[in-house]
């Protein structure tokens, strides 16, 4: 018998790999229940809605990415470029360790089930892209404009690349093609051709 940490974690893992796959809306409980290996009871143990599934499940792979981020980060840059490039290697390992997730969280609309909670940490990665552009303008290294428009641009663009290569990791595609990807995902945002 898996233990309660255990099993609320299949439980969200199901649920983040069926939100991905059928939408949060199209993603029932009993579906979610068979794909983690339990009975449709067990959910309501650890998780007293769909709602509050949901929101766990929003917030587990967006505490991940954050992870991600932070881990690709750490290190200080020596350019705007190449802080780029720390987010950029961020985003391809979450993608390419949990593309479910990625998926979950770029491809989908979450304002129908999103609580405080869930929301504040969306915000808080909102606010750490948006500053970087910030820094980057400053720096006359990222193109004027809005900085959430030109991160909705970057993102899309990752998004894109990641619908293009399914079902393949983008951690597959040779290096040379991620390298490829990341200089026109930049492009987009330098102030110069770079």
Do not use: C
Not at 47 to 64: C, H, I, T, V
Not at 108 to 123: G, N, P, V, Y
């Amino acid at each position: 018998m898996p233990r309660h940490q255990d099993t609320a974690q299949l439980l969200l893992d199901a649920a983040i790999a069926l939100f991905a796959d059928r939408t949060y809306e199209g993603a029932q409980m009993p579906a979610v229940a068979a794909r983690a290996g339990v009975g449709v009871g067990s959910i309501y143990r650890y998780f007293p809605s769909k709602e509050a599934l949901g929101n766990a499940a929003f917030q587990d792979a967006k505490r991940d990415l954050i992870a991600h981020l932070a881990a690709a980060t750490a290190a200080p840059a020596e350019s705007i470029r190449g802080e780029f490039g720390q987010f950029w290697a961020g985003f391809t390992r979450f993608a390419g360790s949990r593309p479910a997730a990625f998926a979950f969280l770029e491809h989908q609309q979450h304002d129908t089930f999103l609580d405080a909670e869930s929301r504040a940490l969306a915000a808080e990665l909102d606010q750490l892209a948006a500053d970087f552009i910030a820094r980057g303008q400053q720096a006359g290294a990222i193109r004027e404009g809005e900085p959430q428009l030109l991160v909705a641009l970057a993102l899309g663009a990752f998004a894109g690349l990641l619908r293009a290569i399914r079902p393949a990791a983008v951690t597959d595609l040779p290096q040379a093609e991620r390298d490829r990807a990341e200089q026109a995902v930049w492009s987009l945002l330098s102030a110069k051709d770079s």
